[in-house]
């Protein structure tokens, strides 16, 4: 018997708005972007309503399941990467509040449910060509509380950054951000509910 909710004990971020001095990146981290009760609200949504599925990649000489489920949307004749046109309503505002923000405009966007610790990603930029000459992405946690780290590709001696992305944080990632950093999310032995985040992108029209 469920005796709680998963939302009783997820985590707002407390930090406010945070602009990261680091060299060739753009970061900026916004805790409690969305309020408690909001993101309740898309978590749940999200989680049950959203067609979850698995996704391939390639890892050196073979095809591995990504330890993620994924789930794609874009407007129409944006991408082919299995996106899918009919935006839910709570996508729409989420990506609204998102543009306002940023004073961006976003045509696609990747949903990631991370199950649990067993679920991350590995060290990585993102490869998805970008409508414009920076690849700018904008990201929305909604669930438990998992590491963000970014390592710079080549200045070595440059410390890696970790960010505890909460329950309702937002992070811009823009400019050369993608071009210069690598991210990841670690798994984690530890017992963890859900995760779900949002990148919303400007795909190319020959995606």
């Given at each position: 018997?469920?005796?709680?909710?998963?939302?009783?004990?997820?985590?707002?971020?407390?930090?406010?708005?945070r602009?990261?001095?680091?060299?060739?990146?753009?970061?900026?981290?916004?805790?409690?972007?969305?309020?408690?009760?909001?993101?309740?609200?898309?978590?749940?949504?999200?989680?049950?309503?959203?067609?979850?599925?698995?996704?391939?990649?390639?890892?050196?000489?073979?095809?591995?399941?990504?330890?993620?489920?994924?789930s794609?949307?874009?407007?129409?004749?944006?991408?082919?990467?299995?996106?899918?046109p009919n935006?839910?309503?709570?996508?729409?505002?989420?990506?609204?509040?998102?543009?306002n923000?940023?004073?961006?405009?976003?045509?696609?966007?990747?949903?990631?449910?991370?199950?649990?610790?067993?679920?991350?990603?590995?060290?990585?930029?993102?490869?998805t060509?970008?409508?414009n000459?920076?690849?700018?992405?904008?990201?929305?946690?909604?669930?438990?509380?998992?590491?963000?780290?970014?390592?710079?590709?080549?200045?070595?001696?440059?410390?890696?950054?970790?960010?505890?992305?909460?329950?309702?944080?937002?992070?811009?990632?823009?400019?050369?951000?993608n071009?210069?950093?690598?991210?990841?999310?670690?798994?984690?032995?530890?017992?963890?509910?859900?995760?779900?985040?949002?990148?919303?992108?400007?795909?190319?029209?020959?995606?």
């Open positions: 018997m469920t005796l709680f909710n998963d939302t009783e004990i997820f985590a707002s971020g407390t930090g406010g708005k602009i990261f001095d680091a060299p060739d990146a753009d970061l900026i981290l916004i805790d409690n972007f969305f309020s408690k009760e909001e993101s309740d609200v898309y978590y749940n949504t999200l989680l049950h309503q959203t067609t979850w599925r698995k996704y391939d990649m390639p890892m050196y000489d073979k095809v591995v399941t990504a330890p993620r489920m994924v794609w949307y874009g407007d129409t004749n944006r991408s082919s990467r299995k996106s899918n935006w839910p309503a709570e996508l729409l505002a989420i990506r609204e509040k998102v543009e923000e940023t004073q961006m405009k976003f045509n696609a966007v990747l949903l990631n449910l991370y199950r649990n610790g067993n679920d991350g990603v590995s060290w990585h930029s993102d490869k060509a970008s409508s000459k920076d690849m700018n992405i904008a990201s929305v946690t909604f669930g438990e509380t998992r590491m963000f780290r970014l390592r710079h590709k080549f200045l070595k001696h440059i410390p890696q950054i970790e960010i505890p992305l909460h329950h309702g944080t937002f992070l811009l990632m823009a400019g050369s951000t071009t210069y950093w690598e991210h990841q999310v670690p798994k984690t032995a530890r017992d963890v509910l859900p995760r779900i985040n949002l990148t919303f992108r400007q795909i190319s029209a020959q995606q």
